[in-house]
Each structure stands twice: as structure tokens, then as C-alpha cells.
């Protein structure tokens, strides 16, 4: 008799440390089924990527959807709705969006950004920005006569911002005087920038062809290139270089493939 009652004792030990596992491996049973907590910890991951802070409050709202979720599907499914083809054509649609979008993580962790990298390109940036930048204006028309006439009326005295603004074609920088701001020379055609960098500051160039018309140019200021500091364009650098790997990694892809 008391070695049964040991033997009992026994068993009940087992079955409680059982069903204590099965509690911490199910978040809830609905209608007899279990609900494994992975369900709950995946859909905590993707709240936490949305950069929404996984608090008690929120744990507590993603266990209730996630008894929601299959309350609803026990439903969908006694109803025989998991057996319809356009459920099953939607049912491979998701499986390819999860399976690409883990294929393009680990591209990224492993084709990762670095700091020198990054740095890497904002030389290059450097080099090819640097050096002296120009602050101009011009008049646009289309024939050589307009421009001439519109250097006459300049060296009678016409002020260059009225003329711009009556007769320049071009609207954007017409409306402001034929104010162009601070660039690069090579920011503009080649003959505009050629005939620009020559000039010194106040001076008025004879008329200059170009694809779009002839242009009186006024320098009106140089200085040395402003270039943003490193540190304040490296999120934007190290987001377009992985942009560029990625759009890389799937063209390579699109190569190799076989498609018939």
C-alpha cells in the first residue's frame, strides 16, 4: 500500500511538471486546440520592428489577438474556407513574400555597410563637388539679336533683374531676377559654365549659345564649395550604397536565372 501511494505521488509529479511545460510552450487553448506561444512571439518581433516598445500593456494585446486569430480561423476553417483555391493562391503569394523578404535580410546583414564604406563614397563625393562654387545670373532668349539688344540696354544703364524678369524664358530663375543661386559649373551646359568661370565678380558676358537659347550671364559672387560635413549625410550615404547592393544582388539573381 505505501509503495503504491509513492508510485502515485510519483506520477502526479511528472504530469504537473507536464503540463507546466505545455502551459509555458501554448499561450491559451481554444476549443481544445492548442495555441503555441510562437505565435505570440512572432507578432511581438514584428510589432518591436515597427519600432513600437513591447510593454506589458502590449504583451497583454498581442496574446488576445493572437486567441482572437485562431478563434476566428477555427471558424474559417469549419466553414471550409481553407479549401477554396483563391485561399490557397493567397496562402503561396505570402509564402513568397516571407521567404524573399528573409532572403533580402541576410543579404543585408551579410553585405552589410560599413564605415569605410560609407566614407569611402563621401570622398568620392568630395572630389567630384569640390572647389570653387558660383553664384550667377542670366537672361534667356532665343536669338542672338534679342541678346544683343538686351546687352545694349544693359550697358545704357538697365538694371539686369528687371530685364530678367520681363524677358528671360527661363521661369524659374526669370521670376527671381535670373537668380541661379550657388552651383557647381558643373551644374550647368558646358558653353554656360565655360564662358561663367572666366568672368569676374559683377561682370556681364557677351551672348552665349547653348541647346536652349542664348544666355547673357552676370557673376555676381565665388567662393569654395560648401560641402555638408560627413557626419551629417552618412545615414543618407550608408541607406543609398545598401540600395544600391540590393538592386545589385537582384539583378545578379535575374541574370543566373533559367527563364523559359
Given at each position: 500500500m505505501k509503495k503504491q501511494m509513492i508510485w502515485t505521488?510519483?506520477?502526479?509529479?511528472?504530469?504537473?511538471?507536464?503540463?507546466?511545460?505545455?502551459?509555458?510552450?501554448?499561450?491559451?487553448?481554444?476549443?481544445?486546440?492548442?495555441?503555441?506561444?510562437?505565435?505570440?512571439?512572432?507578432?511581438?518581433?514584428?510589432?518591436?520592428?515597427?519600432?513600437?516598445?513591447?510593454t506589458p500593456e502590449v504583451e497583454g494585446q498581442i496574446k488576445e489577438e493572437v486567441i482572437a486569430r485562431e478563434i476566428f480561423m477555427q471558424e474559417a476553417q469549419k466553414r471550409g474556407l481553407d479549401a477554396t483555391e483563391d485561399y490557397k493562391a493567397q496562402i503561396e503569394l505570402a509564402r513568397q513574400t516571407i521567404l524573399i523578404r528573409e532572403l533580402f535580410a541576410e543579404f543585408q546583414q551579410t553585405a552589410a555597410v560599413t564605415d569605410a564604406d560609407v566614407q569611402a563614397e563621401y570622398d568620392k563625393f568630395v572630389a567630384a563637388n569640390g572647389g570653387?562654387?558660383?553664384?550667377?545670373?542670366?537672361?534667356?532668349v532665343e536669338t542672338q539679336a534679342q541678346a544683343e539688344a538686351i546687352l545694349a540696354s544693359l550697358k545704357k544703364g538697365g538694371k539686369f533683374e528687371d530685364i530678367a524678369k520681363k524677358q528671360s524664358k527661363d521661369p524659374g530663375s526669370g521670376a527671381n531676377g535670373g537668380d541661379l543661386d550657388w552651383a557647381a559649373p558643373g551644374n550647368y551646359v558646358k558653353e554656360f559654365s565655360d564662358a561663367m568661370?572666366?568672368?569676374?565678380?559683377?561682370?556681364?558676358?557677351?551672348?552665349?549659345?547653348?541647346?536652349?537659347?542664348?544666355?547673357?550671364?552676370?557673376l555676381d559672387d565665388v567662393?569654395?564649395?560648401?560641402?555638408?560635413?560627413?557626419?551629417?549625410?552618412?545615414?543618407?550615404?550608408?541607406?543609398q550604397l545598401q540600395q544600391q547592393r540590393m538592386a545589385a544582388f537582384q539583378q545578379e539573381l535575374r541574370a543566373k536565372a533559367k527563364v523559359e
Open positions: 505521488a510519483v506520477a502526479a509529479a511528472v504530469f504537473a511538471t507536464l503540463s507546466i511545460s505545455a502551459v509555458a510552450q501554448n499561450i491559451a487553448i481554444v476549443n481544445g486546440k492548442a495555441v503555441p506561444t510562437s505565435r505570440a512571439e512572432a507578432l511581438k518581433q514584428q510589432v518591436a520592428r515597427s519600432g513600437r516598445p513591447i570653387k562654387e558660383y553664384r550667377a545670373r542670366h537672361i534667356l568661370v572666366v568672368l569676374n565678380k559683377g561682370q556681364v558676358s557677351a551672348p552665349v549659345q547653348s541647346q536652349f537659347g542664348f544666355h547673357i550671364i552676370r567662393r569654395e564649395a560648401q560641402l555638408p560635413k560627413l557626419e551629417d549625410v552618412k545615414p543618407q550615404i550608408a541607406q
